[in-house]
Structures are given as structure tokens and as C-alpha cells.
């Protein structure tokens, strides 16, 4: 319909941010086929790592409407994280399906090589049998009730209300057996190779529900609207194992006020640590534990015999690379899941369902054995790490690996590893300790923040997540991270993550190597809730 090649290459001659270009990605109809005459042309513009800002807009040369997207590939990272957790795949699809039209650093193919694993690994993941809270049946059920209850009183907006109804039953579906929704894809999906095809979509698992979802989105007569929603409610209803109202009983925590959430954290570990320092006390430790509990494990260097011997046999912070494939096989074979930052975060505010054996793996100081020899070992049993980084060791071009002294990650390897690792901040300038004191104990909120602010300018794939180096921490540092926007932030202090843990107080247990480090049956009870 247009020669969309010469017009996309007139928008980026004048595009007004063409020095922080980096690469262009185009996806939609004009990749994929499909075209029609409100088709436009997506244009995702890959920004240098250091820039600050993100920006969309629109812009129409020689009657080419076209929709851009410039971010920075952090950002880009993060949406699709966001859109895993959403469960929708929007930007990874579009990525996995988009056509590579520059790439000055190589991000742009990093970037869809990570688009495609995730759409793979998301539907890898959903062939695990569904299931549903009994609040979700229970919400389920109501949507019925209340659309019978609206069919036969001949409410006016009954249409309205079947199709608004019709919409969160199929999405709610979707969502418990582990595949993407979108109301523009699911006709498709359920009738259309050709539009599973271009979406990346899979078939869904049950032609009877497909069925009955088919015939409801056309359905036109009231009473066979109702009819099939209530086929259709009753047959999802009975593939979760069934629901009966009478008898029915949900208890969870009272609604809390999450706008002062974080202030109210701040405020009382803030109070927490000034008795500390005043009175000199010991804090004796819960009698009970909540039921929820998460082992967060922290790392620091993983290196084979060649790198780990005889230089580093006695280094704590340096654990044999065969030792951490013997826990994370141990993590595999007792079906343990590892927690992302954005599952992290949906349980610390929001009350999210944690899944079966939750656990959070995190690396401190983003050392490049991590990405050479840990992020295999994790590759191959399918888990997720948290790197925490000091963003001003992230070296400028790829390092040789040597047993000393210790070398960093550049962004060739952080890149490379999005598959596996998530990569926060672990400061940038302040992973230092000045006369005995570490810079985070020292330093003023409005330094603290902007060494924080500085650490966010890096390829990181989250800025809401904060390590502390040292594991120490102070009044100004709380305030600072309040300050910087972050939301949550680990510690040294070893104890269980649970819902009653403040969010800028996270403990962890450390993973140590050398001769007194921390045998498998050690391991066995961290993980296990033993410690």
C-alpha cells in the first residue's frame, strides 16, 4: 500500500533524538501481512543505553501514518517483564516478529533473540495444568448471577453488560491456563491459523471451551447470550475442579492504604533503627512464623576449578562452580520456582499468590564469572536471578577472565544474559567504605540519592529494586531510596521474606564458598525453611 521503506527512512533523517539512535526495529501488518487501509507503520527506535528519557508519538510522511516508540533497551526489558506478568506478550511479540532494519550495537538482535525465548519459555511454562484461587470461581459465579440477573429483570444495557462479562470470563480463562489475551486476538486465535501464526499464538487446549467461546462472541439473540454464558461459565467452572456457593468462605488480609504503604515502612524502620543506635538493644527474633515465607539466597563470584583453585579455595565470597550446580539441580528436582522483581513486588503490595516453593536468587557486585559460567548452570534448569551491580565497574568492552583480580560484566555480557538475570542497582560510586564506615552509613539523603540516580543512567533492568552494599544501611539511606522512587531493597540480615517484612528491609541467607562454606545439607535447610 506504500513504499514504507523510503518514508520510514525520511522520519528518522529528521527524527529529532537521530544521535541517540541506535537501531529500528519496524513489526505489525507491514511485516507480518495483513495490511488494510487503517494499517500503520510500528516503529520501535532503539536509544543508546545512557539517554534518560523514553518517548511515542505519531508522525505521517506522504500519507504513511506512522507510530513510534523510542526507548532505551532497559525500558524496553522492562515492558517485556511487565508484559510477561501481565500476561499479554504485546512488546515481545512484536519484537519476535519485527523486522531488524539497524543495528549499530547488536541490542536490537539481543533484544529479539530475548523476545522469541520469552514467548517460548511463557508457553513452555503454560503446559503446566491450571488452576484457580477459589475467589476467582467465586467471582465467576458472580458475573452469572448478575447477568441472569439483568436478563430477566430486560435490562436495557443487558448487551452491554454480556459483552463487558463476556470479556473478563475469557480473560480470566486465559489467564489460568497460562496464555496471552487480548480482546482484538482472541477471535483469531480460536478461528484463524493464519492470525496465530502472525501473533505467535497457540491453540487453545480445550476445542469445547474454544467452541463455546465462538458461538458466544457472535451469538446475537438475548436468550441465547445468556445460554451460552452460562454453558460457558459452568464448563471453565468444571475444568478448575467445580464451585458450589453454598458453603463458600474466603479469608485474606484487610485492604491496606498502599499509597502510604511505602511511607509507613520508611517511617517505622527509620523509628526501628534510631532505638537501635539509642538504646544499643538486641531485637529477639518472631517465636511464630507467618506461613509465607521466601528464602532470598545471595551469591557473589561462581568459578570453576581452573579460576577457583588454588588462588581462591579460601575466598567466602567465591563459591565452586560445580557446588552451585549441585544447589540449583537441588532447586530443579525439588520444584522450587524462582521469583521475578515483578512477582516480587505483586507480593509485597498487591497480595499475590506466590507459587509452589517460592525462592529469589540474587548475585551482588555483577562480577563476569556470573555471566560466563552461573548463567548457563541457571539456563539449563530454566530460573531467574537478580543481579545486583555497581554500575561504575560495568567495564567498557568485554574482559579476560581471571582468577585475580576480580572482573566485570560489560554490556556484551549483560545483554547477552537477559534471558536469565534481572539487573538492579547495587550503587555506583558508594560500594566503598571510608575510615571503617560504608558510604550508605555516612553519606547525606541528597548524596546517597544522587549516587542512586546515577546508578539508574546504566543498562539496568529494573530501578525499583535496590542491594546495599555491605548489607548496611541508614536513616538518610531509607530516605534516600524513598526519595529515588525504589520500592524495595535487601540486606544482609538473615532471616525469611514474608508479607510483614518492610519492603526496604528484605533479608537474605548468603551462599558461602571456602572450606566452612555452605554444604548442600546447609543449603537443604535454607531453602527448605530450616534456618
Known amino acids: 500500500m506504500h513504499n514504507w521503506q523510503e518514508k520510514l527512512d525520511v522520519f528518522l533523517a529528521n527524527f529529532k533524538h537521530k544521535d541517540d539512535v541506535v537501531g529500528v526495529l519496524v513489526c505489525g501488518s507491514y511485516v507480518t501481512g495483513g495490511l488494510n487501509s487503517h494499517s500503520d507503520l510500528d516503529v520501535h527506535i532503539i536509544l543508546r543505553d545512557s539517554v534518560d528519557y523514553r518517548e511515542r508519538g505519531n508522525k505521517i510522511i506522504d500519507g504513511l501514518l506512522i507510530e513510534y516508540f523510542a526507548n532505551p533497551p532497559r525500558q524496553i526489558v522492562q515492558y517485556f517483564d511487565e ?21 549499530k550495537t547488536g541490542n536490537v538482535a539481543r533484544l529479539k533473540e530475548k523476545a522469541v525465548a520469552m514467548v517460548s519459555d511463557f508457553y513452555d511454562k503454560s503446559t503446566v495444568p491450571p488452576s484457580v484461587s477459589a475467589l476467582t470461581k467465586y467471582h465467576l459465579w458472580d458475573s452469572l448471577d448478575n447477568l441472569q440477573a439483568a436478563y430477566e429483570s430486560s435490562r436495557l444495557d443487558f448487551d452491554l453488560l454480556y459483552f463487558t462479562s463476556l470479556d473478563r470470563l475469557i480473560n480470566d480463562y486465559m489467564k489460568a491456563i497460562g496464555r496471552p489475551y487480548t480482546t482484538m486476538a482472541i477471535w483469531g486465535n480460536i478461528v484463524d491459523e493464519n492470525i496465530r501464526e502472525k501473533y505467535l499464538l497457540r491453540k487453545l487446549p480445550d476445542d469445547a471451551v474454544s467452541e463455546l467461546i465462538e458461538k458466544a462472541i ?57 532505638l537501635m543506635i539509642c538504646a544499643a538493644i538486641v531485637l529477639p527474633s518472631q517465636t511464630q512464623q507467618p506461613p509465607e515465607r521466601i528464602p532470598v539466597l545471595t551469591y557473589h563470584s561462581i568459578m570453576p576449578l581452573v579460576y577457583y583453585h588454588p588462588i581462591n579455595v579460601d575466598n567466602p565470597w567465591v563459591l565452586l562452580e560445580d557446588t552451585f550446580y549441585q544447589q540449583m539441580r537441588y532447586l530443579y528436582e525439588n520444584n522450587f520456582t524462582t521469583l521475578t522483581t515483578c512477582q516480587l513486588k505483586d507480593f509485597l503490595f498487591n497480595d499475590g499468590e506466590l507459587p509452589q516453593n517460592p525462592v529469589i536468587i540474587t548475585f551482588d557486585d555483577g562480577y563476569l564469572d556470573n555471566a560466563l559460567f552461573a548463567a548457563p548452570i541457571m539456563r539449563q534448569f530454566g530460573f531467574i536471578g537478580m543481579q545486583f551491580i555497581i554500575t561504575e565497574h560495568i567495564a567498557e568492552t568485554t574482559q579476560t577472565m581471571v582468577a585475580y583480580p576480580s572482573k566485570f560484566m560489560s554490556e556484551v555480557e549483560i545483554f547477552a544474559t537477559l534471558d536469565v538475570f534481572e539487573f538492579g542497582s547495587h550503587a555506583h560510586a558508594m560500594h566503598r567504605v571510608v575510615d571503617g564506615t560504608p558510604l550508605l552509613v555516612s553519606e547525606s539523603v541528597e548524596d546517597i540519592k544522587a549516587d542512586i540516580l546515577q546508578s539508574f543512567e546504566h543498562p539496568l533492568t529494573f530501578t525499583t529494586g535496590f542491594a546495599y552494599p555491605y548489607g548496611r544501611y541508614s536513616r538518610n539511606a531509607l530516605l534516600a531510596l524513598e526519595q529515588a522512587g525504589v520500592l524495595f531493597a535487601f540486606t544482609t540480615h538473615e532471616d525469611y521474606l514474608t508479607r510483614d517484612t518492610p519492603p526496604l528491609l528484605l533479608p537474605r541467607f548468603s551462599v558461602f564458598g571456602g572450606p566452612e562454606g555452605t554444604t548442600l545439607e546447609d543449603f537443604s535447610n535454607i531453602v527448605g525453611g530450616r534456618r
Open 83 to 103: 508484559d510477561t506478568a501481565d500476561k499479554t506478550l504485546m512488546s515481545q511479540v512484536q519484537f519476535a516478529t519485527g523486522k531488524i532494519i539497524s543495528d
Open 218 to 274: 457472535i451469538a446475537c439473540d438475548r436468550q441465547e447470550k445468556i445460554a451460552l454464558y452460562e454453558q460457558l461459565t459452568n464448563a471453565i467452572l468444571h475444568k478448575f475442579g467445580g464451585f458450589e456457593i453454598d458453603g463458600f468462605e474466603f479469608k485474606s488480609a484487610a485492604v491496606k492504604n498502599e499509597s502510604h504503604k511505602m511511607r509507613k515502612y520508611v517511617l517505622a524502620t527509620t523509628l526501628v533503627l534510631f
